[in-house]
C-alpha cells in the first residue's frame, strides 16, 4: 500500500523556467509533509515543509502548496538552476514527534542550461 | 544540524556473509532510524533504533536479518546478515537531532551490492 506517490519518475525543465514537481497522499492521518532532495551518493537533504493547517509555505525560490480536500501536494521551483538537478523526494508523517516518514518514489528533476 | 558520518560509504560483499554498517552523530539525537532505498525505489524504513534497548521493525523487516544496536545516543550500528543480491540496496542512517521536531538528516548512505 503506497500511502504518499509521486506519479511522475522525471522531469526536465529549461534554467529559468518554473519547476512543479507533485506527490499525493491516501492516509487522511498525515498532517506534516516534507520535501527532501537528493543528489547521487549522498543522503536526502531537508528542503521544505508543510503542516496542514498551512496551504502554503515559501522559502526562497521553493514553495509548497498543500491541497488537503485532494490530499495532494506540490513543490515549485522558481526560478529553476540547474543545481537544482537532483532526485526530489517527497514525505509525510503523523504530527507527534520524532513520527516515522513515509516517502514517495521519487521525481528526478532535470535542469537544462 | 546534527552531521552523520556513515561507513562504510560502499561494499561489494559475498552472498551469505554479513555486513555491519556504523552511524555515528556529532551530536546528541532523540531518534535513529535505518532506511533502506532498492534500485529505483522509494526509501523504507526498516526499523528505529532504540537506545539501549531492541529497536523497533517495521513490517517486512526481522531482528534476525538486520540486527541493529544503539549503544548510546550519538552510535548505531545495522547488519545486514546473510546476505542475498535482493539486498543490494543503499542503506541510510537518519536523526531526529533533540532540538528539532521535523529536521531529520540523513547520513551519505552505504551503497551495498551483494553479487
Known amino acids: 500500500d503506497q500511502q504518499v506517490k509521486q506519479n511522475s519518475p522525471s522531469l526536465s525543465v529549461q534554467e529559468g523556467r518554473i519547476s512543479i514537481l507533485n506527490c499525493d497522499y491516501t492516509?487522511?492521518?498525515?498532517?506534516?509533509f516534507l520535501w527532501y532532495k537528493k543528489y547521487p551518493a549522498e543522503g536526502p537533504t531537508f528542503l521544505i515543509s508543510?503542516?496542514?493547517?498551512?496551504d502554503k509555505n515559501e522559502d526562497g525560490r521553493f514553495t509548497v502548496f498543500l491541497n488537503k480536500s485532494a490530499k495532494h501536494l506540490s513543490l515549485h521551483i522558481v526560478p529553476s538552476q540547474p543545481g537544482d538537478s537532483a532526485v526530489y523526494f517527497c514525505?509525510?508523517?503523523?504530527?507527534?514527534?520524532?513520527?516515522?516518514?513515509?516517502f514517495g518514489e521519487g521525481t528526478q528533476l532535470t535542469v537544462n542550461p | 544540524s546534527a552531521v552523520i558520518s556513515q561507513k562504510p560509504s560502499r561494499d561489494i560483499c559475498q552472498r551469505g556473509t554479513s555486513l555491519t554498517i556504523q552511524c555515528q552523530v556529532d551530536?546528541?539525537?532523540?531518534?535513529m532510524f535505518w532506511y533502506r532505498q532498492q534500485p529505483g525505489q522509494s526509501l523504507t524504513l526498516i526499523a528505529t533504533?532504540?537506545?539501549?534497548?531492541?529497536?523497533?521493525?517495521e513490517s517486512g523487516f526481522v531482528i534476525d536479518k538486520f540486527p541493529i544496536s544503539r549503544p548510546n545516543l550519538t552510535f548505531s550500528t545495522l547488519t545486514v546478515s546473510n546476505m542475498s543480491p535482493e539486498d543490494s540496496s543503499i542503506y541510510l542512517c537518519?536523526?531526529?537531532?533533540?532540538?528539532?521536531?521535523?529536521?531529520?538528516?540523513f547520513g551519505s548512505g552505504t551503497r551495498l551490492t551483494v553479487v
Open positions: 537518519s536523526v531526529l537531532p533533540v532540538y528539532s521536531n521535523y529536521g531529520y538528516t
Open positions: 492516509n487522511s492521518m498525515f498532517d506534516y
Open positions: 508543510i503542516s496542514s493547517i498551512k
Open positions: 514525505a509525510a508523517s503523523v504530527a507527534t514527534s520524532g513520527s516515522r516518514l513515509t
Open positions: 551530536s546528541q539525537v532523540t531518534m
Open positions: 533504533a532504540n537506545q539501549g534497548s531492541e529497536a523497533t521493525y
